[in-house]
């Protein structure tokens, strides 16, 4: 992308923020909706591939990963691993959790021994698990994410955050999560690259300007998530990100669709177009770049 073509840059004839706004909003959601139609990405099947082998645990065992391992990740079985194409390091030291068995009480009696609809009894037994650093091989398929350099429109994100009066902290770690926000307060996770952290934050500046409303009036998670997603990519496609397919990605991991994405299109056009305004530091965009963009038909 040449110098001029990111917010905040500026040359002769020109157009205001407001219009650039409204233009690569309406463009951005046009390729949104396009890659929502198109369904999941080769990237995001080979993800969620992946991740339904990552079996959900109780929440005794979760403890007992972490008391044995507090910075284990992702955990699985020897075999599991194997499957995947990584093998545990040699000398390491599985973490033990229980496992389920099931299996058919013997028999009493006579009646008993006739019964073919005994109940299984439930027991438990140790096995063995091992987090992903304890393993080596082939790389897990990754979650599409947003590339770029973004330093300069970030630094002017945050400034855009802190003055409408919502603070911004960060956290070495968030459950998992890159970001979240709490009724005027975001926090994100420490770390993240440039143009990653810049399409959290508006991702979570947009739950903060849509969603932190009475419950009555909340739309249901589904929703919020394709909103404050759909907002982002704007947001970021108007800085020059590399979006990738990270945000339509992200969206059908909630089940979001073309038809779910034109229901809320007022309401993500109105956030975005803010949002980029506020970003935007100089009063007005080439409109030259504007003409350009229109005409090779996507954003970059």
């Known amino acids: 992308m040449a110098a001029d073509q990111t917010l905040g840059q500026t040359s002769e004839p020109s157009i205001t923020n ?13 390729q949104l909706s396009q890659q929502l139609e198109a369904g999941n990405s080769a990237q995001l099947t080979s993800y969620l591939a992946a991740m339904s082998r990552f079996r959900a645990y109780s929440i005794s065992n979760l403890f007992l ?3 044995q391992r507090p910075d284990a990740t992702r ?11 990584r093998t545990v390091k040699r000398g390491e030291k599985g973490i033990f959790i229980f496992a389920p068995i099931r299996f058919k009480s ?3 009696d006579e009646k008993s021994e006739q019964d073919d609809d005994a109940a299984p009894v439930l027991r438990f037994r140790i096995v063995h698990v091992f987090d992903i650093s304890q393993t080596e091989g082939k790389a897990l398929p990754e979650f599409a994410q947003v590339q770029g350099d973004a330093s300069e429109e970030l630094e002017r994100l945050e400034a855009a955050v802190r003055a409408v009066g919502v603070t911004l902290e960060y956290s070495d770690d968030l459950g998992g999560a890159f970001g979240m926000s709490a009724g005027g307060r975001i926090v994100l996770l420490k770390g993240l690259a440039s143009a990653e952290r810049f399409s959290v934050l508006v991702h979570e500046w947009a739950h903060e300007m849509l969603h932190k409303v009475e419950p009555s009036e909340r739309p249901d998670r589904a929703v919020r998530e394709l909103e404050a997603e759909a907002v982002a990519f704007v947001v970021c496609s108007a800085a020059g990100l590399e979006t990738g397919t990270a945000a339509a990605d ?6 979001g669709d073309k038809e ?3 229901a809320s299109l007022d309401r993500i056009q109105k956030t975005a177009c803010a949002i980029i305004e506020a970003v935007t530091d100089d009063r007005k965009i080439s409109a030259s770049r504007a003409a350009a963009q229109k005409s090779s038909g996507h954003l970059r």
């Open 18 to 30: 407001a219009e650039f706004a409204r233009r690569i909003v309406k463009e951005s959601l046009e």
């Open 65 to 67: 990963i972490m008391a």
């Open 75 to 85: 955990v699985a079985g020897f075999h599991t691993w194997k499957s995947m194409g």
């Open 106 to 108: 013997k028999p009493q």
């Open 250 to 255: 992200y969206i059908r991991l909630y089940d």
């Open 260 to 262: 779910k994405l034109a």
